[in-house]
Nanobody, 124 residues
Framework: QVQLVESGGGLVQAGGSLRLSCAASGRTFSPYAMGWFRQAPGKERECVAAISWSGGSTYYADSVIGRFTISRDNAKTTVYLRMNMLKPEDTAVYYC?????????????????WGQGTQVTVSS
């Protein structure tokens, strides 16, 4: 089993920044890709960023390109999401997810474990 714990969410004004962290623990012996998803009230969960095991391949949703950066530290079994120039439409619960394997994934169904989520609220 693997446990994922997110941190770093909160309330920020539009234009501000936050950095989310997701620490993985448990049976993290095999290579794994990671992703960040978000879900706003009444909307479907969407992948905002994903990263391969090596960190050399990343994906970003069009709405966050140029503003969000995903990174990882495998020695610390932690993945990060740096969010700059935040907008009110970024308000959502943000989840990290883990998928066994080396290749990044975008679809939620391809992930094996999920964190509990952290709230990000951007005020206008």
């Amino acid at each position: 089993q693997v446990q994922l714990v997110e941190s770093g969410g909160g309330l920020v004004q539009a234009g501000g920044s936050l950095r989310l962290s997701c620490a993985a623990s448990g049976r993290t012996f095999s290579p794994y890709a990671m992703g960040w998803f978000r879900q706003a009230p009444g909307k479907e969960r969407e992948c905002v960023a994903a990263i391969s095991w090596s960190g050399g391949s990343t994906y970003y949703a069009d709405s966050v390109i140029g503003r969000f950066t995903i990174s990882r530290d495998n020695a610390k079994t932690t993945v990060y999401l740096r969010m700059n120039m935040l907008k009110p439409e970024d308000t959502a619960v943000y989840y990290c997810a883990l998928a066994w394997g080396t290749v990044k994934r975008v679809g939620a169904s391809s992930y094996d474990y999920w964190g509990q989520g952290t709230q990000v609220t951007v005020s206008s």
